[in-house]
């Protein structure tokens, strides 16, 4: 039977949307290419609900330089992703993250901090007397030194990039189509169509898991075992009378970040392993501000003793149990199945050097800007985490 598609992405916000532009834009990819997405909308997808932050400051190579392309893409991108005259205005704060250590943390920041420059990241390890002078309205009595990304670090507009990517790929030629994913077709091993909960049936060359926190879901569907869960997270927004328009994305030891925010500022700080799980609702805790993030941010920031919280939301990250770094690429056996998944957080900010590569690997069978092959799933059959250990 014919095959209507050569490539299917199942999952169509910021990490399908970018593997479709990218594939649509490479002239050597000349196949048919559809998006199933199962909300439009994207009200309540990771994507719309992200932070939206980037970094350079990683511990593991592979997010290093996925950062580094990306940072160059955000400035740059109206080189790519203008339609008809008109580019995304992603309204990139170019502020940098100021990662703060303990003493107990300062070894760590410091070899990651060495990885990092090695890579040719723009950072600078500041003694607790330099941050203090840069920024004195922090305080630094408890903190043994901290890293500043000087460029190449901030934060933007994940709904610009999102439907940046997405109309984007539409002018190329992608289709995009609002259904479900039910059940995905096996030849031995290849995958040969996907089912959709309309009852249709799309015979296809090769799909693409997108699915952010049902990736799993999706895998499961071929017969894989992808150890991506969805995680849930939380923002709390607060007005503060004193501005810190130039401060950075503030990292504290025990995971607690807070940044500005146009006229207010954001915060957040991930849950305890063994209280962190699986879940799928947008209930918001509001203990977590009073308890923990309040309190840190008040003595990290003084002024931050006087604000009023004026709203919280939910959303989920696609949490990698494995080793929290994404995993890559085509699976080992069934190799017209690959995976975008598992970022941990970090999607929004990887999504233009993932869709770049996820490209490369279905056009070429290789990828060729970035090696990322270390993030293939084959680490996972061989038990070998590569970690990342940077992450809130």
Same mark, same amino acid.
């Given at each position: 039977?014919?095959?209507?598609?050569?490539?299917?992405?199942?999952?169509?916000?910021?990490?399908? &949307?970018?593997?479709?532009?990218?594939?649509?834009? /490479?002239?050597?990819?000349?196949?048919?290419?559809?998006?199933?997405?199962?909300?439009?909308?994207?009200?309540?997808?990771?994507?719309?609900?992200?932070?939206?932050?980037?970094?350079?400051?990683?511990?593991?190579?592979?997010?290093?330089?996925?950062?580094?392309?990306?940072?160059?893409?955000?400035?740059?991108?109206?080189?790519?992703?203008?339609?008809?005259?008109?580019?995304?205005?992603?309204?990139?704060? /170019?502020?940098?993250?100021?990662?703060?250590?303990?003493?107990?943390?300062? &070894?760590?920041?410091?070899?990651?901090?060495?990885?990092?420059?090695?890579?040719?990241?723009?950072?600078?390890?500041?003694?607790?007397?330099?941050?203090?002078?840069?920024?004195?309205?922090?305080?630094?009595?408890?903190?043994?030194?901290?890293?500043?990304?000087?460029?190449?670090?901030?934060?933007?507009?994940?709904?610009?990039?999102?439907?940046?990517?997405?109309?984007?790929?539409?002018?190329?030629?992608?289709? @995009?189509?609002?259904?479900?994913?039910?059940?995905?077709?096996?030849?031995?091993?290849?995958?040969?169509?996907?089912?959709?909960?309309?009852?249709?049936?799309?015979?296809?060359?090769?799909?693409?898991?997108?699915?952010?926190?049902?990736?799993?879901?999706?895998?499961?569907?071929?017969?894989?075992?992808?150890?991506?869960?969805?995680?849930?997270?939380?923002?709390?927004?607060?007005?503060?009378?004193?501005?810190?328009?130039?401060?950075?994305?503030?990292?504290?030891?025990?995971?607690?970040?807070?940044?500005?925010?146009?006229?207010?500022?954001?915060?957040?700080?991930?849950?305890?392993?063994?209280?962190?799980?699986?879940?799928?609702?947008?209930?918001?805790?509001?203990?977590?501000?009073?308890?923990?993030?309040?309190?840190?941010?008040?003595?990290?920031?003084?002024?931050?003793?006087?604000?009023?919280?004026?709203?919280?939301?939910?959303?989920? @990250?696609?949490?990698?149990?494995?080793?929290?770094?994404?995993?890559?690429?085509?699976?080992?056996?069934?190799?017209?199945?690959?995976?975008?998944?598992?970022?941990?957080?970090?999607?929004?900010?990887? &999504?233009?050097?993932?869709?770049?590569?996820?490209?490369?690997?279905?056009?070429?069978?290789?990828?060729?800007?970035?090696?990322?092959?270390?993030?293939?799933?084959?680490?996972?059959?061989?038990?070998?985490?590569?970690?990342?250990?940077?992450?809130?």
């Amino acid at each position: 039977m014919k095959r209507a598609y050569d490539v299917v992405i199942v999952g169509g916000a910021v990490i399908g &949307s970018s593997i479709a532009y990218f594939l649509a834009a /490479e002239p050597a990819f000349d196949g048919r290419v559809l998006v199933i997405e199962r909300d439009p909308s994207y009200a309540k997808c990771s994507s719309s609900r992200s932070v939206s932050s980037i970094r350079t400051q990683f511990s593991t190579p592979e997010n290093i330089e996925m950062s580094k392309f990306g940072v160059a893409f955000v400035k740059s991108v109206a080189d790519y992703l203008t339609v008809e005259g008109e580019a995304p205005a992603l309204s990139f704060v /170019e502020n940098g993250y100021l990662i703060l250590a303990s003493p107990d943390g300062l &070894s760590a920041l410091k070899r990651n901090h060495a990885i990092q420059r090695a890579h040719g990241a723009d950072v600078a390890l500041l003694s607790p007397a330099e941050i203090a002078a840069r920024f004195p309205w922090i305080a630094v009595d408890d903190i043994a030194g901290g890293c500043l990304g000087l460029g190449g670090e901030g934060w933007f507009d994940p709904h610009a990039l999102l439907h940046g990517f997405r109309r984007k790929a539409r002018s190329l030629g992608v289709d @995009y189509l609002e259904d479900c994913v039910t059940g995905i077709e096996r030849a031995g091993a290849r995958v040969t169509a996907v089912r959709l909960k309309s009852g249709r049936r799309i015979a296809c060359g090769a799909v693409i898991d997108a699915a952010g926190p049902h990736a799993a879901t999706v895998a499961a569907m071929a017969g894989i075992d992808l150890p991506v869960r969805p995680r849930k997270r939380f923002v709390y927004a607060f007005d503060c009378r004193e501005r810190f328009t130039e401060s950075p994305l503030i990292v504290n030891p025990n995971g607690v970040y807070v940044r500005p925010e146009s006229a207010s500022y954001i915060c957040g700080v991930s849950p305890p392993e063994d209280d962190d799980p699986d879940c799928l609702d947008f209930e918001v805790d509001h203990a977590l501000f009073e308890e923990v993030i309040w309190p840190t941010i008040a003595a990290r920031v003084p002024a931050f003793a006087a604000i009023r919280q004026t709203s919280a939301y939910a959303f989920h @990250y696609a949490y990698n149990t494995f080793d929290q770094n994404a995993i890559l690429g085509p699976h080992p056996a069934v190799t017209n199945f690959l995976f975008a998944n598992g970022f941990s957080g970090h999607g929004m900010q990887q &999504s233009p050097a993932v869709g770049r590569a996820i490209a490369e690997m279905v056009t070429f069978c290789a990828y060729r800007a970035l090696d990322l092959g270390a993030l293939g799933y084959g680490r996972l059959a061989a038990n070998a985490p590569l970690r990342e250990s940077n992450v809130w």
